[in-house]
Structure formats: structure tokens, C-alpha cells
């Protein structure tokens, strides 16, 4: 009889990492022992440390999705090593699929390229019954005495997506934005694969055929069945792309999608979806059925506003697109979010402008901005190498934008903005997800009061991207200075003061919106629906 092995997964979850308990379900469907274990920050360190000891694996399987976690990741290979020496530790995801020949010099023993499910189980039978590791595809390791690297034959075709197992969730759902939530995919790859700034073409560059894979709407359905038992009303799903190249595929698709949910008894007027959307395929027919399916927030892949912008980062969409998707999104009343990358190699001050312009039409939106960053196996990677303007550490590259003002706008952002005591990033977080979350209570409690907050909400993302484009343009002009420390100064002390107050004012919609929600899920066990949005007395009890 077959030995069966003793695995840990390990990744970072902000939320349930989809890759791991892909893995996980994969090898427990061979019936090996499968260990999830969250590992999100340097904290966390010792306590994952701890329990990898006490359940003593065969086999650690790592992810590292993310380029910008790898140092943290390979702290925990080096301690791992030294207090289990002969557990095989194996790295998988985007980063160690192209940064492998780097990543195996330090204490690990595989990598696993591109999609895991079938070696990760293929490598656990071999190492817990002696095999060879010759014929594991994807798989690059050291030889038995460490002195070669062996890097086996890569698999070119996408697994067939229905046969794989749907991904070993948390017994209990996550809650985000108040309900409960879960991530999962539809599909792995994108039609487009050419953003420069991205690695997801050449993850599945070395395929056949098309450069992307999908689910049949059966086998989506069925899984959003399982979850939606297990009382998930939020889906999000994580798609590249949610929607397919032409108009007629998605319409079949996701009618299909709505015909089964229904079958299922899901209620569609009881879950919300969240999606991400390139902005050359939207029309009004797909807006109607994705209403339909309950979609309340689109992330748009609006990246650039400007045409050489998009040009430069090859997003094969115009700036047409995105102000028709916009508007076309607005009319449909859910909610949009966006970045705008516009730092990058070439960008130039006009660039800027027509971003700024933008940023100005779309107060009312939640978005962020920054710079596309160098991430391993993106075009955007080689181009910085061969034009040398690269420079800064592996793994965390640096490079130069080639117009002066611009790279000196840049660095002034990342001293005002971006600076690490900036609130910046988590209040434009928590408006991405207030923003949201309007659209949510909007769908699934209706009434007087959510319109209420959902208002003052809106303001307050107003002022707040206001109050951002003002100090923005305070930026801006600096370009054209020599002595700007002072100016620095006097911008980051206006953020500063600022940034508490829409603090405050976004906890307290937060406050309001969580109360909204709790109270109308006790009337609705009541069979009270509607009510507490239509009395007064109650307008005064819970001081709504
Ligand atoms: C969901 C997601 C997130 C979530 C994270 C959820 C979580 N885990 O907690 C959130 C929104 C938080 C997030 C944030 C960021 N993300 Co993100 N994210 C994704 C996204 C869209 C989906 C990931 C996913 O679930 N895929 C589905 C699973 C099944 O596929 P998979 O991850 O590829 O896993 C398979 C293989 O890679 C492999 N594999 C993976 N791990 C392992 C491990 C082992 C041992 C083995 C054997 C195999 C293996 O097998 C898996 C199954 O086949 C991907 C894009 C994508 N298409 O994958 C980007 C992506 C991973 N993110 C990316 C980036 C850049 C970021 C941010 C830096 C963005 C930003 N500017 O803030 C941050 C970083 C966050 C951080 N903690 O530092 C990049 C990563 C590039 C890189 N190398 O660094 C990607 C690839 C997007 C892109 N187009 O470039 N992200
Ligand atoms: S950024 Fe999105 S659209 Fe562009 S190549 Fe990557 S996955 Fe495709």
C-alpha cells in the first residue's frame, strides 16, 4: 500500500488564499493530511513556526504569489530549515514561477511552477514513497548531493478547470463588509496578456491554444451553491477578467450562470457580486444580466486616462471605453472602483494633466494612484533592464521615470502620500470599501436610512478625492521648484490634520452602515422585512 504524506500550506490571507486551499483540496482528494496555515506578516512568525513543529509535515508547501512578501517568506524558509532539516520545503506561485533559479540558492529544496494541483501531489507521493522526482512536472529541484539544479518538463496545457476540486474553505465564512464573504475564480488567465506592467501572460505564455481557461457556468454555479448553504451572501470573484473577448460568449455565459443559480433556490435579490472588468467589453445587454446576477461593484481596469498612457502600458483600451464603461456603469447605479497608474517609464507632465483632469471628472468614485511597479515576468521588467533604468535590490526593484518632472513628482509623492505615516492608503481602502459597501446595503436593505448614509457617504468621498487632487496639484506645481522641503512639510502637516477628520467621519458611516445591517438582519429572522426602514419610532430607538 501507498504511504501518504503529512502536507502544510502555508500563504498570506487577508482573506482565504484561493492557490493554497486549491492545493490543499487536491491533495486531500489523494487522501494526504493537509495543514493550512496563514502566514501574513512578520508577527505571525513565531506562532506559525510553532505549530509547523507540532504537526511535523513531510512536505511544506509555500506560497509566494506576492513579489513584495518574498523576504518575509524566506525568514520563515531559513527558520523552518533549522529546526526541521529534513522536511522537504517546496515554494510555489507567480514570483517563484519566474524568479526560481534566485530562489532555490537559499534553503529551499523545489519550486513548483505555474499551476500546482497536479505536482504538488505528485511530489508528496514521490518523497513519502521514495520515488524519483524526474517525471514531476513544473518541478525544479536541487539534485541529491546539491550539486545541480534540475529543472523538469513544463505542462502546456490548462488543467481541465471543472475536474479540479473546489478549493478547502474555513468551516465557518469570513465576514467582509458585514456579510459573509468569499473569494473564488471562474477562471485562470486573460484574453488580453499584454499589460506591461503584468505577470499573468507569461504565467501561461508556455500554453497551447488559447491564453485562458474558464469553468462552465455548472460547475461556478454549483460551487456558489455550497457556499451560499453556508450562509455567504458576498461573492467576490477574482478573475483577471471577469468577462469573456466577445459580447454573444458572456451573454450565453452569464444567462446560463442566472438560469442555474435560480434552479439552485438562490435568491439573487439576497447576494451581491463583485467583479473586474477590462472596459472594452461592456455593454448595456451584459449590465443587464450582471444586475441581474447581483453585481453591486465593478472594479474597472482603467490603470491610465490618457491615450499615450494606455499606449505605453499596451492595455489594448481606449480612453473612449473607459469614460463610455463609466458612464454606462453610473447610469446602472452600482458602484465603481479603479487605480490610475500613472507613473510609469514614459509618462510625461501632460500625461499627468489628463489623469488629473479625470481624477477631477470622477470625484464621486473610489480610486487610488501610483506607479506600476516591477513585478517578475512582466514585460515592464525587461524593459527597465534593457533601457537601464533599473536599479535597487532583488526582489524589490526600483527603476527611474525618464522625464525629470515626473520622476521628481513621483518621489515628492512617495514623501507626501505615500509616506509611511501617510493615512493615505488605508483611508482610500476603507472609501474603496465604504464605497462598496453602499452598493450593498443599497441591494440588500433597502429603505429611507441606507439612503441616508449611502449619501453622506458619497459626500464624504467627494471632499475627501477633493481634498487629495488639491494636494495633488500642490505637487504638481513643486516639480517646477528647486527648494521644496518646506513645501513638503507644510503638505504632509495638511494630510495629516485632514486625514483624521475624514477618519473620523468615514468610521462613523462605517458605524451607521454596520448598525443598519445587524438591526435589519434581526427584523428579517422576524420576518420583519421593510420594517425598520419605514418607522419612526424606530428612527428614534435605534437612532438611526
Ligand atoms: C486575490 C488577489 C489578491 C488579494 C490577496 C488575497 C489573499 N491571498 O489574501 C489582495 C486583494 C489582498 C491582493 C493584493 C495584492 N496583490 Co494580488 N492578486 C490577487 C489575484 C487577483 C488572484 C489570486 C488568486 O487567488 N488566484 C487563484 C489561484 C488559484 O491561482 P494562483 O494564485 O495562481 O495559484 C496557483 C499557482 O500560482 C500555483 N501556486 C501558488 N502558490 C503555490 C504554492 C505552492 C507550494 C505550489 C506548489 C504552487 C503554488 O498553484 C496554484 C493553483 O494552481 C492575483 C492574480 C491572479 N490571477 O492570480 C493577483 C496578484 C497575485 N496580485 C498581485 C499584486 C501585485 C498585488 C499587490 C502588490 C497589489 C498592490 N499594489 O497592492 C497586493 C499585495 C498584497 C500583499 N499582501 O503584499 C500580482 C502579483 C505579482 C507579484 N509577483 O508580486 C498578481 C499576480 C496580479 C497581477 N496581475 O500582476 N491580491
Ligand atoms: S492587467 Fe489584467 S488585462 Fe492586463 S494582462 Fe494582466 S490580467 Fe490581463
New binding site residues.
Given amino acids: 500500500m501507498k504511504n501518504k504524506g503529512k502536507v502544510v500550506?502555508i500563504?498570506?490571507?487577508?482573506?482565504?488564499?484561493?492557490?493554497?486551499r486549491?492545493?490543499g483540496a487536491a491533495l486531500k482528494s489523494e487522501n494526504h493530511e493537509v495543514k493550512i496555515i496563514s502566514y501574513?506578516s512578520r508577527r505571525d512568525l513565531k506562532k506559525v513556526l510553532n505549530v509547523i513543529k507540532r504537526f511535523y509535515p513531510d512536505i511544506v508547501?509555500?506560497?509566494?504569489?506576492?513579489?513584495?512578501?518574498a523576504l518575509m517568506f524566506l525568514e520563515l524558509v531559513k527558520k523552518l530549515k533549522k529546526i526541521l532539516p529534513n522536511t522537504h520545503i517546496?515554494?510555489?506561485?507567480?514570483?517563484?514561477?519566474?524568479e526560481y533559479q534566485e530562489l532555490i540558492m537559499h534553503d529551499i529544496d523545489s519550486v513548483?511552477r505555474?499551476?500546482?494541483?497536479a505536482?504538488?501531489c505528485m511530489?508528496t507521493d514521490a518523497l513519502v514513497n521514495g520515488k524519483n522526482l524526474e517525471n514531476i512536472p513544473n518541478l525544479v529541484y536541487k539534485s541529491p548531493h546539491h550539486d545541480k539544479i534540475i529543472e523538469n518538463d513544463i505542462i502546456r496545457t490548462f488543467p481541465d478547470l471543472d475536474e479540479i476540486h473546489f478549493?478547502l474553505r474555513k468551516k465557518k465564512a469570513q465576514i467582509r463588509l458585514g456579510e459573509r464573504f468569499a473569494?473564488l475564480?471562474a477562471s485562470?488567465g486573460?484574453f488580453h496578456s499584454h499589460?506591461i506592467?503584468?505577470?499573468?501572460g507569461a504565467?501561461h505564455n508556455a500554453k497551447n491554444g488559447k491564453k485562458y481557461a474558464i469553468r462552465t457556468p455548472q460547475n461556478v454555479a454549483l460551487e456558489m451553491k455550497e457556499l451560499y448553504s453556508n450562509k455567504v451572501r458576498l461573492f467576490q470573484f477574482?478573475?483577471?477578467n471577469f468577462l469573456l473577448p466577445s459580447v454573444e460568449s458572456n451573454l450565453t455565459r452569464l444567462n446560463e450562470l442566472k438560469l442555474i443559480l435560480k434552479d439552485y433556490g438562490i435568491d439573487l435579490n439576497k447576494i451581491c457580486i463583485l467583479i473586474?472588468l477590462r472596459p472594452d467589453k461592456l455593454n448595456g445587454d451584459i449590465m443587464d444580466v450582471l444586475i441581474d446576477l447581483g453585481v453591486i461593484g465593478i472594479f474597472l481596469g482603467v490603470e491610465n486616462a490618457s491615450a499615450t498612457g494606455l499606449n505605453s502600458l499596451s492595455r489594448g483600451s481606449s480612453v473612449d471605453d473607459i469614460n463610455k464603461s463609466l458612464e454606462l456603469i453610473d447610469q446602472y447605479g452600482i458602484s465603481t472602483t479603479f487605480n490610475l497608474l500613472m507613473f510609469h517609464p514614459k509618462a510625461t507632465l501632460s500625461e499627468i494633466n489628463e489623469n488629473i483632469k479625470f481624477m477631477n471628472e470622477n470625484l464621486d468614485k473610489s480610486y487610488d494612484f501610483?506607479r506600476v511597479?516591477i513585478?517578475?515576468?512582466?514585460p515592464l521588467e525587461s524593459l527597465v533592464k534593457r533601457k537601464n533604468l533599473i536599479h535597487g535590490k532583488w526582489p524589490h526593484w526600483d527603476y527611474r521615470i525618464k522625464d525629470n518632472a515626473v520622476e521628481k513628482m513621483f518621489r515628492i509623492n512617495q514623501k507626501t502620500f505615500y509616506h509611511e505615516k501617510s493615512q493615505y492608503s488605508e483611508l482610500s481602502h476603507k472609501m474603496i470599501s465604504l464605497s462598496y459597501r453602499s452598493q450593498l446595503i443599497k441591494r440588500l436593505y433597502p429603505g429611507k436610512y441606507s439612503e441616508k448614509i449611502i449619501k453622506k457617504n458619497k459626500e464624504n468621498l467627494k471632499k475627501f478625492n477633493a481634498f487629495n487632487l488639491q494636494n495633488l496639484l500642490k505637487i504638481y506645481e513643486l516639480t517646477g521648484e528647486d527648494d521644496w522641503q518646506d513645501s513638503i512639510n507644510n503638505i504632509n502637516l495638511n494630510l495629516q490634520k485632514n486625514y483624521l477628520i475624514f477618519l473620523e467621519k468615514s468610521n462613523e458611516i462605517l458605524n451607521d452602515m454596520t448598525k443598519i445591517q445587524l438591526l435589519e438582519k434581526e427584523f428579517q429572522k422576524q420576518s420583519l422585512n421593510n420594517y425598520l426602514q419605514k418607522s419612526g419610532l424606530m428612527k428614534r430607538l435605534f437612532k438611526l
Fill in positions: 500550506l500563504g498570506a490571507e487577508d482573506e482565504e488564499n484561493l492557490a493554497i486549491y492545493l501574513s508547501g509555500i506560497s509566494i504569489c506576492f513579489q513584495s512578501l517546496t515554494v510555489g506561485g507567480h514570483f517563484p514561477t519566474f513548483i505555474f499551476e500546482g494541483e505536482s504538488i511530489l478549493p473569494t475564480v485562470r486573460c499589460c506592467y503584468c505577470c499573468i504565467f477574482h478573475d483577471d473586474k501610483g511597479e513585478v517578475a515576468g512582466s
